[in-house]
C-alpha cells in the first residue's frame, strides 16, 4: 500500500516516525510523512530513514480571523497533494492535523482515511468537540488511542461502524530494554550519595493552558503535565524522606513553553526546594534516566497515555494520575500506582508508598513490563493498524473507485457550504468574541498584575 501520515508538527511525532518506519520495514509498504516544517528533530528522524516527507500549511494564525481565512486554500492544497500522490491510506495524528487533513481526504477521495485520535482532550473541549461531531463522518474509521476515548466517540453518538479497535501509540520497545541500557550515572553527575532516592518525571514543559472554549474545563490555564502538583508533592515527600532528588527532564516546548518552565521555576523558589527539585534538559538517553530512578511519576491533567509506556517498559516504579489513558498501562496495585490528579497530597502519598516499599516496587516495575511487552509495543501498533488498512481497503473495493474525479466534485459542492458554515462559527463565536475577551483581560493583567506568579498564585498552578 501506499500510506501517508499526517503531523502539524517537525518536532517530537517520534510515535509517527516509528509508525511509518515499521510500516514499511514490517509489511513493504510505501510510506510518506506530512509535516508542518522542513527542520525538527522529526524530519532529522525521517531523513535518517530515507522517508519521504512532504511540508504543508495547517492555518495556524496568529488571531482568529487570518486563521479562518487561511484554512479553506490549506485544505484545498493538501488535497491536491492527496490527488496526485494517489495514497491507499491517509492517516492524520493530533486535532491541529485533522482540522486541515481530514477534510482534505474526503475532498480528494482517498480510498481510506483515518483519524488516529492522540488523547481525549479536543474530545472534551467544547469547540473540537462540535467539530469532530460534525465532521467524523469523513473519515473510514476513527483510531482510539485508549479507551477513554473510545467510550467519549460513543458519548458523541458516533456509530460503532466508525470506530476501530482501540490502538495505542506504544513505543519501540527495543529502545527501552532494562537489560540492554545501562542507568545514567545522575548521582556521580551532581555528587549526590549512591543511595540518593531519585523521583523521575519525564515531560515537555508546555505553555500555560488558555481560558477559550478550545480547552478542557478542568484544565483551563493550567499547566497540563502537573509539573505544579509534583513541586508541592515534593515539599510532602521531603518531611519523610528528607534526601530524595525530583528530576524533572524536558525541555519547554517553544518559547511559551520555556515560560511556564521558568514559572515553575519561581514556584520551587518560593517553597526553597532548589537543593531538591533539579531541572534537567530535553536528553536523547531519558530511558537511561528512568533505568536508574526509584520511582517515575506522570502526574498529568488531561493525558492519553504519557511518558507511562516507557518507564513501564523499564521496569521503573510508576505513579500516574487517574486520567484518561493512563488507567490503560498502569493499573492500581498491578502495575503501578493511581493516584487523583490536581492533588499533591495524594500524588504524595502514591510516591511514598513505593519509596517505603522497594521491594514492592520493584515487583510492580518487573509486572508493568510484562504488561507492555504483552500489549503495548510498537510492533503490537503497526500490526494493528496494518490490519485496519488491509480491512477498510477491503471494503473500499466494494464500492466505487477511488479519486473519482465525480466524487469529488460533488464532494466540493456539499463541501464549501459546510467549511463556510464551520469557518463563520469558528470565528464570530468561538474565534472573535474570545479573541477579544482574551485582549481585554491581558490588556486588565498588564495593568495591575506584577508578574505571571503574582497573577496565578502558588494554589492555582
Not at 458519548?155 to 541500557?181: C, H, M, Q, T
Not at 510484562?370 to 471494503?395: E, K, P
Request: with cysteine; hydrophobic share 45%.
Amino acid at each position: 500500500m501506499k500510506i501517508c501520515h499526517v503531523a502539524a508538527t517537525s518536532d517530537g511525532a517520534t510515535w509517527m516516525f516509528e509508525q511509518l518506519r515499521e510500516l514499511r520495514n514490517r509489511y513493504g509498504h510505501e510510506v510518506v510523512a506530512v509535516v508542518s516544517g522542513d527542520h525538527g528533530r522529526l524530519i532529522d528522524k525521517l531523513k535518517a530513514e530515507n522517508i519521504r516527507y512532504h511540508v504543508a500549511d495547517f492555518a495556524a494564525g496568529p488571531a482568529p480571523l487570518s486563521e479562518a481565512l487561511a484554512t479553506p486554500l490549506a485544505v484545498f492544497r493538501l488535497a491536491r497533494f492527496f490527488r496526485r500522490e494517489r495514497f491507499d491510506v491517509v492517516q492524520h495524528h493530533i486535532f491541529i492535523s485533522m482540522r486541515i487533513a481530514r477534510p482534505a481526504a474526503w475532498l480528494a477521495d482517498v480510498p481510506v482515511r483515518l483519524s488516529m485520535i492522540a488523547g481525549p482532550f479536543h474530545l472534551q473541549a467544547a469547540t473540537s468537540r462540535w467539530n469532530e461531531k460534525l465532521t467524523y463522518w469523513m473519515d473510514t474509521k476513527l483510531i482510539p488511542s485508549c479507551q477513554a476515548t473510545l467510550e467519549l466517540c460513543r458519548g458523541l453518538g458516533i456509530s460503532e461502524r466508525y470506530l476501530a479497535p482501540v490502538v495505542y501509540y506504544s513505543p519501540d520497545e527495543r529502545n527501552f530494554d532494562p537489560a540492554k541500557i545501562l542507568p545514567a550515572d545522575i548521582r556521580g553527575e551532581f555528587g549526590w550519595p549512591a543511595d540518593t532516592p531519585l523521583v523521575c518525571m519525564v515531560a515537555f514543559f508546555y505553555q500555560r493552558l488558555s481560558t477559550g472554549p478550545w480547552v478542557p474545563d478542568e484544565v483551563k490555564g493550567r499547566g497540563i503535565k502537573g509539573h505544579g502538583d509534583l513541586v508541592k508533592a515534593a515539599s510532602i515527600i521531603l518531611q519523610e524522606f528528607p534526601k530524595t532528588k525530583f528530576l524533572l527532564v524536558g525541555s519547554g516546548w517553544g518559547e511559551d513553553g520555556e515560560r511556564y518552565r521558568n514559572e515553575v521555576r519561581d514556584l520551587v523558589k518560593r517553597m526553597n526546594l532548589e537543593s531538591s527539585v533539579v531541572f534537567i534538559e530535553f536528553r536523547e538517553d531519558a530511558n537511561r534516566i528512568l533505568r536508574t530512578s526509584d520511582v517515575a511519576v506522570q502526574p498529568s491533567l488531561n493525558e492519553n497515555l504519557g511518558g507511562s509506556l516507557e518507564a513501564l517498559l523499564m521496569e521503573c516504579p510508576t505513579v500516574v494520575t487517574r486520567v484518561g489513558g493512563l488507567v490503560d498501562s498502569v493499573r492500581d496495585g498491578e502495575t503501578g500506582v493511581l493516584v487523583n490528579a490536581s492533588d499533591p497530597k495524594d500524588l504524595a502519598r502514591g510516591i511514598m508508598e513505593l519509596l517505603r516499599d522497594r521491594e514492592r516496587a520493584r515487583a510492580l516495575g518487573k509486572a508493568g513490563r510484562r504488561l507492555m511487552l504483552d500489549q503495548f509495543t510498537l510492533q503490537h501498533t503497526v500490526r494493528d493498524l496494518n490490519l485496519i488498512y488491509q480491512n477498510a481497503l477491503a471494503d473500499r473495493t466494494q464500492r466505487l473507485g477511488s479519486y473519482n474525479l465525480f466524487v469529488t466534485l460533488w464532494r466540493y459542492a456539499v463541501g464549501v457550504p459546510l467549511f463556510a458554515f464551520m469557518a463563520v462559527r469558528l470565528f464570530f463565536w468561538d474565534g472573535y468574541i474570545f479573541y477579544k475577551i482574551r485582549l481585554r483581560l491581558q490588556r486588565r493583567e498588564r495593568k495591575t498584575a506584577k508578574g505571571p506568579l503574582s497573577a496565578v498564585g502558588p494554589s492555582n498552578e
